[in-house]
């Protein structure tokens, strides 16, 4: 078969080849790839940031967004021939620690876990993979290759979960949500606020492109301000940004008793002591709470599933901005503007 592999930490290295049959010991369910997500950290490892290759390995099949099709669900499995299923990307750590040993990998606290795609397991950017039974989630075939979308959504049906079990510390009735950044995971959290019935701001830098009609298309409010000039407190802020200023005025203009949850992953930016006390000062005095959150365990996957499930199919669609072959793989590693998700895709589905 064919599949996408790089040689981690050596830029230049990424390629599409021949490569071996996935091994049974990887799991006893055969899956045909559909498409595979293409997002920032494949783009780190092929620049040869990031990445492990499995034990005694030198190359790593890439991916950890899959969408796959059961051609084998092997025993002891309740899939069958024809299922539409997902990979979970996290494995837990060997040790295990106590948050890995109850299941909630996603928490784990020695960093020793393992990664599909990214971290000593090979990922889902091959033609065929194999996966545990126990690992693989069934996707609403209606889906179909929205399907590829449940991978991130986890990401942030995970940030809700935290957000909501933090809100409940006190009397919470959150009636306004502030999604910083429209990437997809933006967008997704954008779609969970509305799911939830809340009233729904998406701020982002760009004026043009797809993402504004695609926010107002959700029955949101599309902004391309900064935080502190919306002219209203959010009760609750998704940062998806990673962006240091928009994470200082995001807890700064965040309501009383107000919750900033970072999931954006950046770095450098300008640092000030005094601004850092600053923030801590609005911090303390309006009884806020600020979390970060990465990952997602079983709970999450399976509810990104129902999710992804009711949402507005047309409107998923848009989130799908370019559909790559495999061949043409270095092309949907590069980001151009008016990109979301790009996926590239194996078969047909
Ligand atoms: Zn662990």
New binding site residues.
């Given amino acids: 078969m064919k599949a996408i592999t790089v040689e981690p930490k050596k830029p230049g290295t990424a390629m599409y080849e021949d490569f071996p049959e996935p091994d049974v010991h990887e799991g006893s369910v055969l899956v045909e790839a559909v498409a595979v997500g293409v997002c920032g950290t494949d783009v780190e490892i092929v620049e040869g940031k990031y990445g492990w290759p499995p034990p005694g390995k030198t190359r790593l099949v890439l991916g950890h967004e899959s969408l796959g099709r059961v051609i084998d669900p092997g025993t002891n499995s309740s899939l069958k021939n024809g299922d539409l299923v997902v990979g979970i990307v996290r494995r837990?750590?060997p040790?295990?620690?106590s948050?890995?040993a109850v299941g909630e990998?996603d928490m784990?606290?020695?960093g020793?876990?393992t990664e599909r795609g990214i971290k000593e397991i090979h990922g889902f950017m091959s033609e065929r993979w194999r996966i545990e039974p126990e690992y693989a989630i069934k996707v609403d075939p209606s889906l179909g290759i929205l399907g590829v979308l449940l991978e991130p959504t986890t990401v942030v049906t995970k940030a809700w979960a935290h957000v909501i079990s933090v809100g409940v510390r006190t009397f919470w009735e959150p009636r306004t949500v502030l999604v910083t950044g429209a990437g997809p995971i933006g967008l997704l959290a954008a779609l969970i606020g509305k799911q939830r019935g809340l009233d729904v701001h998406v701020l982002d830098r760009n004026t043009t492109g797809p993402k504004p009609e695609i926010v107002r298309a959700l029955g949101a409010t599309y902004h391309s301000c900064t935080v502190s000039a919306l002219g209203f407190e959010p009760d609750v802020i998704i940062e998806c940004t990673g962006v240091g200023s928009v994470i200082s005025e995001s807890i700064q203009c965040v309501s009383s008793g107000g919750i900033v949850c970072l999931t954006g992953v950046g770095h450098g930016g300008v640092t000030n002591k005094a601004a850092v006390a600053d923030v801590a000062a609005s911090a303390v005095l309006k009884n806020i709470v600020v979390l970060g959150t990465v990952n997602a365990n079983k709970r999450h996957w399976y509810r990104a599933g129902e999710i992804l499930a009711r949402a507005d199919r047309k409107w998923l669609s848009r989130l799908i901005t370019r559909i790559e072959k495999p061949d043409n793989f270095k092309q949907a590693m590069e980001r151009k503007p008016d990109d979301i998700k790009v996926v590239i895709q194996f078969s047909e589905i």
């Fill in positions: 837990p750590d040790v295990p620690c948050n890995c990998w784990c606290r020695n020793q876990y």
